[in-house]
């Protein structure tokens, strides 16, 4: 779980699913070139925790997207 900022980049260069808030304007953009290979939380918000909550409920009931997401991001 992170924000949106340059930790991405790493991450993705590593293969490393992850969960990601945007808590910043200038990071939508890096949000957006990710695309959809990773968990986006939304918006940081007070509440992100149920976000969270919901996003590792559905990881653990579907771990094959885990391993789909890792190989995506490191490409």
């Given at each position: 779980i992170t924000a949106a900022g340059s930790s991405i980049w790493e991450?993705?260069?590593l293969g490393i699913p992850m969960m990601v808030t945007d808590i910043?304007?200038?990071q939508k953009?890096?949000?957006q070139a990710?695309?959809?290979?990773l968990f986006?939380?939304?918006e940081?918000?007070?509440r992100i925790g149920e976000t969270v909550i919901?996003?590792?409920n559905q990881i653990?009931?579907?771990?094959?997207?885990?391993q789909i997401m890792s190989h995506k991001i490191s490409q």
């Open positions: 991450f993705s260069y910043a304007d200038n953009g890096i949000v990710i695309g959809q290979d986006y939380l939304g940081w918000h007070p919901s996003s590792l653990i009931n579907r771990p094959q997207e885990l």
